[in-house]
């Protein structure tokens, strides 16, 4: 089956570490997102990369870092300088089309990161 | 800004009622409004999607009018049933130049038995 793999499904951060969320996309998709989900604020976007090697912050980057060496992998690092880590992340995918770079996101079925 | 209000937060319906959820939006430029639907635990998914130049439509029981003069459009869910119990975002872009998506704060819907 094709589509978007985030592990783990549920993650605990204790204070002062650095925390990785895996995401995989078997879509051939060349567009990748890491949005965050909080009760009652909707998504609101992290990081986005549209082509391998190349990246761009979201609205909400600051305490985030991401890579993207390869087509299929989109990790999210989740640093110790992010002071409200608690959140469902969700993972995305697009094919850009023309310029229409987001035209439907495929989503995965995201993780829950708690801190202890 | 960028932004897209969505409302109700939350809604209750009978089975077989129509719940309406509404986005109200402020950059004339959006030219893409879609609906993606949210189970528990999962990721949303696309349901139903707008361009401007048209004012209503339909898939399934799924329906989008749109109001471009009012800078609003809602989602209709016809014949409610439980299994459209589910978190509801509303969002915007403006494709042609290829910006990211906006999306609502969510409408959480429950539909009773």
């Known amino acids: 089956d094709g589509g978007i793999t985030q592990s783990p499904k549920y993650l605990f951060r204790k204070e002062g570490q650095n925390v990785t969320l895996s995401c995989e996309q078997n879509l051939n998709h060349d567009a990748m997102y890491w949005y965050r989900q909080d009760p009652g604020q909707g998504l609101r976007l992290i990081y986005y990369?549209?082509?391998?090697?190349?990246?761009q912050k979201g609205d909400i980057a600051e305490g985030y870092s991401v890579s993207r060496e390869k087509k299929e992998s989109f990790p999210l690092t989740v640093t110790s300088a992010q002071k409200n880590p608690t959140a469902f992340y969700l993972c995305?995918?697009?094919?850009?089309?023309?310029?229409?770079?987001?035209?439907?996101?495929?989503f995965g079925s995201g993780t829950q990161l708690s801190v202890l | 800004q960028q932004q897209v209000k969505q409302s109700p937060q939350s809604l209750i319906v009978q089975k077989g009622g129509i719940p309406i959820i509404n986005c109200a939006y402020e950059?004339?430029?959006?030219?893409?409004f879609p609906w993606y639907q949210q189970f528990p635990g999962k990721g949303p998914a696309l349901l139903i999607a707008?361009?401007?130049?048209?004012s209503e439509k339909k898939e399934g029981r799924f329906t989008i009018s749109f109001n471009k003069s009012a800078k609003q459009f809602s989602l209709h869910i016809m014949d409610s049933q439980p299994g459209d119990s589910a978190t509801y975002f509303c969002a915007a872009s403006i494709q042609t130049s290829g910006s990211r998506l906006t999306f609502g704060e969510g409408t959480q819907l429950t539909v009773n038995p």
């Open positions: 950059n004339t430029a959006f030219d893409y």
């Open positions: 990369s549209q082509i391998v090697n190349d990246f």
């Open positions: 995305a995918s697009s094919i850009p089309t023309g310029v229409a770079t987001n035209e439907k996101l495929f």
């Open positions: 707008i361009r401007p130049d048209v």
